[in-house]
């Protein structure tokens, strides 16, 4: 007799699994290795920034009281008394009616208290006029204005992208306390798969599920440890999975989670005594997409559909593998566009589409049944459709996934 299952919603499924997953811990690992990591603690401020006042133009550091006067008809000259660039300190206090010539980036003078730009002078010789009168801090980047010391700049669970690194480096840390990545075990379980090398035989097929989630794991900076493809043998899986979680913060296997006869996980999951968090979820393609709690460790049981693996990682063990690391921005991006062309199929359960969108409008990237592989190769996005008794027409309103992104969001939407 076929196991009856509960079909539960994608949301449901994803806070069953935000209330099992733990945090991994942290490491310190070098600046240079950073990108891409999660920050374990918050970056505050190690000094001002900038440390100093500086000028943000190239001009002329003067005292703004001795500019007081000047006006078109009145044009009031400064003597040039020193030169610096930024990187340089001018060991001079400007008296009256005195400036340093200043560089961008450079530290401001003694007794200057505001810049004139160079476009804002006329030059003669080591003298200059100006035409306007300046504010006391007219063109000056103050000491602390981008970043006050101790002020939190980034909480922790924050992705170290381009812009993280160049704050570590503001800091001069040359560490980074970062979550430990998990170590990802990944098996596709089916005997009809052959290795990508291996030429076609009768029935079989290449394992592109493994590779592919390899892929999708690199993405976000997480290592796998990829086992050899296991045919559908109940006792040998036993001892594969096992295996694995000896050694592995997670496993993820693809295949056999269905109700067929060599669908044999749900069976593996009762031999480990493992906890089904749940084994349907109300979406197509990967209806029968299973995690289970195996003590600290997750088993994300894909379907082996190549469509259904791909939304059943991007869904369900990215953002738990986020989560295990403290990352705040777990959840793909989301937004809205307009459906590009009807799409007349109705279905039930809500529905992940693999589809291309361009910034405005969102089409499905061509055959789209729940084993394509060719679509997924062409999409960029999953576009979304609300479960339902009918189908959507171009110029519809929808939901879109951005799972490519580098960085996602904190709020699950749909
Ligand atoms: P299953 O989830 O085991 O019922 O498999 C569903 C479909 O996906 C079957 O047509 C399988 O042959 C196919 N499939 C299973 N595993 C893989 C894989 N690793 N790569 C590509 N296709 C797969
Ligand atoms: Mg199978």
Request: glycine share 12%; proline share 6%.
């Amino acid at each position: 007799m076929v196991e009856l299952r509960n079909p539960i919603s994608v949301s449901e499924a994803i806070a069953r699994i935000a209330a099992e997953t733990r945090l991994l811990g942290s490491e310190q690992i070098p600046l240079g290795e950073a990108y891409g990591r999660i920050l374990a603690q918050p970056l505050k401020a190690l000094h001002d920034v900038p440390s100093f006042d500086r000028s943000p133009y190239d001009g002329f550091a003067i005292r703004a009281e001795d500019s007081a006067e000047a006006s078109g008809m009145n044009r009031i000259a400064f003597k040039v008394v020193d030169h610096i660039g930024a990187g340089s300190v001018s060991s001079i206090r400007i008296g009256a009616n005195e400036a340093v010539r200043i560089m961008t980036g450079a530290q401001l003078p003694e007794g200057a208290d505001a810049v004139v730009m160079l476009e804002q002078t006329q030059e003669a010789g080591s003298s200059f006029t100006l035409r306007k009168p300046f504010r006391s801090g007219e063109n000056i980047s103050f000491r602390g204005e981008d970043m006050r010391l101790g002020e939190e700049i980034l909480p922790a669970g924050s992705l170290i992208h381009p812009g993280t690194v160049a704050l570590l480096a503001t800091f001069g840390c040359n560490q980074a306390e970062v979550a430990r990545l998990p170590v990802v075990g990944l098996l596709a379980t089916g005997t009809e798969l052959l290795e990508t090398g291996a030429p076609l035989e009768p029935g079989k097929i290449r394992n592109s599920n493994g590779p592919m989630i390899a892929a999708q794991l690199k993405r976000m900076g997480v290592p796998c440890r990829m086992y050899a493809a296991a045919a559908d043998r109940l006792e040998d899986l036993l001892e594969t999975v096992r295996g694995a979680l000896g050694e592995c913060d997670c496993l993820i296997t693809t295949g056999g989670v269905s109700v067929g006869d060599f669908d044999l996980l749900p069976a593996v999951y009762e031999s480990l005594g493992a906890k089904v968090l749940f084994n349907k979820v109300a979406m197509r393609p990967g209806s029968v997409t299973t995690v289970a709690a195996a003590g600290k460790q997750f088993l994300f049981g894909l379907s082996g559909n190549p469509s259904a693996c791909y939304t059943g990682f991007e869904l369900f063990a990215r953002p738990a593998l986020l989560r295990m690391m403290g990352a705040q921005r777990i959840y793909p991006l989301h937004t809205r566009a307009v459906l590009g062309e009807d799409f007349a199929k109705p279905n039930p359960f809500m529905r992940f589409v693999r589809a291309v969108y361009d910034g405005q409008t969102v089409r499905p990237a061509g055959f789209n049944k729940s084993n394509a592989v060719s679509s997924i190769g062409r999409g960029n996005a999953l576009l979304v459709l609300p479960g339902g008794t009918r189908g959507f027409k171009a110029g519809d309103s929808v939901d879109v996934l951005l799972p490519g992104m580098e960085e996602g969001s904190d709020l699950w939407m749909l």
